[in-house]
């Protein structure tokens, strides 16, 4: 049961280049969100798909685009990387509209330099 | 706006002591209150969570402790070991449009447990 994996796990980028993040899941959980995570500044929202063929905003959408493929995979895409998006991005598959539990990843360390 | 506010920023305690998370929130949508705990290199886990209706869970070592009217939830480890040395995020879960929900989670809480 692999639960929430995510690739690269590991990824360098140059200013200006481009990468998607993938994210798949096997839990058959509607919701699949992407957060960043940075020193002192917690995990911040980016985007999230509540169901299949959805996507919204979160706290720090800008120079980032999402595409929930289905319902196991949402991809997180840097246009044109810039070294603020340097940070640990992490995907998450959420399920439970009461007692509700994120599942998380692994995470994918990206550096622009 | 920051939805949730947590402190301290991190804390030291020494093998046994109670380590005490704080956290606080202003949207009253927020219906349920988890606690996440991550380990270096790990992505966050549940660890436990409290729904409004209720003023204290316990499981284990862990308490969270939820005051509704101060809009103010805690969370007290009890007997703290090295081993509970890690980052603890509070988080609220609101709903939104149909059966969808959304959770946002507070800085963080680097905590060490000094043998």
Sequence with gaps: ?113 | QQQVKQSPQSLIVQKGGISIINCAYENTAFDYFPWYQQFPGKGPALLIAIRPDVSEKKEGRFTISFNKSAKQFSLHIMDSQPGDSATYFCAAKEGLRGSNYKLTFGKGTLLTVNP
């Excluded at chain 1, 007692?99 to 330099?113: D, H, S, Y």
Aim: aromatic letters at 12%; charged letters at 15%; hydrophobic letters at 30%.
């Design chain 1, 1 to 113: 049961n692999a639960g929430v994996t995510q690739t690269p796990k590991f990824q360098v980028l140059k200013t200006g280049q481009s990468m998607t993040l993938q994210c798949a899941q096997d839990m058959n959980h509607n919701s699949m969100y992407w957060y960043r995570q940075d020193p002192g500044m917690g995990l911040r929202l980016i985007y999230y798909s509540a169901s299949e063929g959805t996507t919204d905003k979160g706290e720090v959408p800008n120079g980032y685009n999402v595409s929930r493929l289905n319902k196991r995979e949402f991809s997180l895409r840097l246009e044109s990387a810039a070294p603020s998006q340097t940070s640990v991005y992490f995907c998450a598959s959420i399920v439970g509209r009461w007692n509700t539990e994120a599942f998380f990843g692994q995470g994918t360390r990206l550096t622009v330099v």
